[in-house]
C-alpha cells in the first residue's frame, strides 16, 4: 500500500555514537550537524516520504570528506544515505534508517568548462540552472532540464537519471554523462567513464553508476557532455477541446518526421489550476500542448510552420507562436511552476511519472479516468508527451482517502505496464515506487539487481531501503 513502507531499524546506539565521535575527530566539528533540531530537516524531501532524523549529518566541503564520512559508515556499521538538492519526488534523499546523512550541495564548483572538446567538468553540488547558464554564455548547451533546476543538484541530477521536457529530443542525463568519480562504501574512490566521445573499455560503470539513486555509490566530480547551443528557439501554444484531440496532433507532429525539443501536454484539470494561478487561457480549451523546436533559425521557421499545420489537422481551436524570448520564458514559467500550483490545491499531492508508447497515452489517461472515478479520487495529468512520459497527479486531503489514493496509483502503475509502458521515467523508485517494482520486473531481474548492490555495499549500509520491495512484499 502506498506510503505504507515505515522507517528502516535503527543502528544500535553505541554504533551511532561511535560513528558521530568518529566524524566529529576526522572532519572537525564544523562539518558535522548532530542533534534532532539540527538534523530534521534532513529526514525528508521535497516527496511525502518521510525517514527517520538523522544522527549525523556531514556537510562535505571536498572530495577527501565523503571519503572519511563512507568510511566512518563501514568501520561503525552505520546507514549512510548522499543528499543533494533535496528536490527528489520518490524520497530517493530520505534516510530511512536513521545514521548519516551525507550532503554534497556545499560541493558547488564548475572546475573546466573545456570549449573544444565540448564538455564540464563539475562537483556534485553545482545547481544545474548555473551550469546552463555558465555554458550558454560561452555558446554551448546542456540539455537536461527537469522543472526543478533552479535548485537541484547535479550530484542528484545523475543519481536519479534525471529528464525535463527536452528529453524527447536530447535524451535523458545518462546520454550526457561520460564520465565520474565515485566513492565507495569504506571511502575507496573509483574514476569511470572517459573524456572522449567514444569508449568501450570494460564494462559501462559509468552507465551503471547513473541512475542508481545513490544505492551503489556516491558521486563525486561529474564529466558532462555539452553541445553547440541552437541558434534558434521557437515556441508555440496550441489550444484543443479535449486531450484525445491534443495527442492525436502529438501524432500528427511525430508522423509528420517532426522532432521537437519539447512537447507538453497538459490535460483539462491542470489547465484549471494554471488559470486558478493567473495564466489567462483560453476558456475553451480543455488541453494545450506545448511545443519548442530549436535548431537554425531557417528550419526552425518552417518546422514551426508544419507544427502548427499538424496541430490544425488535429482539430487545434488555436495555435499560438510566442513572439520573443520574454513571452516564450513566461509560458516556461508557467510549466515549471505547475507542479507547486496543483500542491496549492490539496494538503496532499503524489506525482508519478509513468511512461507509455506515444500511440497508448489517450488509452492510459481514459484508463486513469475511470479508476479514479470507481476510486473517487482528484487526478490531473501533464507531461512530456513527446515521449510518453506523463506526470499523473493524485490529490487528496484527509488520510482517510488514503487507501482509495493507494488503489488508484497501484492500478495506474499495472495499466502502465499492460499497455508496454514503465514505471518510471526520469523521477526514479526511492522509496515509495519500491513496493511496485515488482509489477514491472521478473523475480529474476530484482535478484541480480541486488546482487549488483552487494558487490558494491555487502553490508547494506549506502541508501538502504530503495529501490527494491522488501523482501516477502506481495504487491504482485
Known amino acids: ?56 549529518v556531514v556537510r562535505a566541503a ?18 549512510i544515505t548522499p543528499r543533494g538538492g533535496g528536490t527528489g519526488r520518490t524520497g530517493g534523499a530520505v534516510p530511512l534508517a536513521g545514521g548519516i546523512v551525507l550532503d554534497t550541495s556545499s560541493l558547488g564548483r564548475i572546475k573546466e568548462i573545456d570549449l573544444r572538446e ?20 560561452v555558446g554551448l548547451f546542456y540539455p537536461p532540464d527537469p522543472s526543478s533546476l533552479e535548485s537541484c543538484c547535479l550530484g542528484g541530477n545523475v543519481a536519479e537519471n534525471a529528464g525535463g ?76 477541446a479535449d486531450v484525445r484531440r491534443a495527442a492525436c496532433a502529438v501524432q500528427e507532429i511525430t508522423g509528420a518526421g517532426l522532432i521537437p525539443r519539447c512537447l507538453e501536454l497538459l490535460d483539462d484539470e491542470t489547465l484549471r489550476a494554471v488559470r486558478r494561478a493567473g495564466n489567462p487561457i483560453d476558456e475553451r480549451a480543455g488541453a494545450m500542448l506545448l511545443i519548442e523546436l530549436d535548431g537554425d533559425p531557417a528550419a526552425c521557421e518552417a518546422d514551426a510552420e508544419r507544427t502548427g499545420e499538424a496541430c490544425v ?4 481551436l488555436d495555435v499560438l507562436v510566442a513572439k520573443d524570448s520574454a513571452q516564450r520564458e513566461r509560458l516556461w514559467a508557467a510549466r515549471r511552476r505547475m507542479s507547486p500550483a496543483v500542491r496549492s490545491l490539496t494538503r496532499f499531492k503524489l506525482s508519478e511519472d509513468v511512461v507509455v508508447p506515444r500511440q ?18 482528484r487526478t490531473l495529468t501533464y507531461g512530456h508527451a513527446g515521449d510518453g512520459n506523463l506526470h499523473v497527479n493524485f490529490l487528496w486531503d484527509d488520510d482517510d482517502e488514503l487507501p482509495r489514493v493507494s488503489a488508484a496509483i497501484e492500478q495506474l502503475f499495472r495499466d502502465t505496464v499492460a499497455l508496454g509502458g514503465t514505471l518510471s521515467g526520469e523521477h526514479g523508485i526511492g522509496v515509495l515506487k519500491a513496493p511496485y517494482l515488482p509489477i514491472e520486473q521478473s523475480p529474476e531481474l530484482i535478484a541480480l539487481q541486488r546482487d549488483l548492490k552487494r558487490v558494491f555495499d555487502p553490508e547494506g549500509l549506502l541508501n538502504p531501503g530503495k529501490i527494491f520491495p522488501a523482501l516477502g512484499h506481495g504487491a504482485c
Open 165 to 240: 521536457p527536452r528529453a524527447f529530443k536530447y535524451g535523458v542525463t545518462r546520454d550526457w554523462v561520460l564520465g565520474v568519480e565515485a566513492f565507495l562504501v569504506g571511502g575507496q574512490r573509483i574514476h569511470a567513464g572517459r573524456r572522449t566521445r567514444k569508449g568501450v573499455t570494460g564494462y559501462d560503470v559509468t552507465g551503471l553508476l547513473v541512475g542508481s539513486e545513490g544505492t551503489l555509490a556516491v558521486l563525486g566530480d561529474v564529466t558532462l557532455r555539452l553541445a553547440p547551443k541552437p541558434p534558434a528557439v521557437v515556441t508555440l501554444l496550441a489550444l484543443f
Open 313 to 316: 489537422a488535429a482539430a487545434a
Open 118 to 137: 565540448q564538455l564540464a567538468v563539475v562537483e556534485p553540488g553545482v545547481v544545474l540552472a548555473e551550469l546552463q547558464a555558465r555554458v550558454e554564455e
Open 62 to 79: 571536498s572530495a577527501d570528506d565523503l571519503a572519511v564520512a563512507l568510511a566512518v559508515a563501514r568501520e561503525t556499521g552505520v546507514p
Open 1 to 56: 500500500m502506498l506510503l505504507a513502507r515505515t522507517a528502516l531499524p535503527e543502528a544500535p546506539a553505541p554504533a551511532r555514537e561511535r560513528a558521530l565521535r568518529l566524524l566529529d575527530r576526522r572532519l572537525g566539528g564544523s562539518k558535522v550537524l548532530s542533534g534532532r533540531e539540527a538534523c530534521d530537516a534532513y529526514a525528508r524531501d521535497e516527496s511525502e516520504a518521510i525517514g527517520r532524523v538523522p544522527d549525523a
Open 360 to 377: 497508448r497515452l489517450v488509452e492510459l489517461l481514459e484508463r486513469n479516468a475511470r479508476t479514479c472515478e470507481r476510486e473517487r479520487v
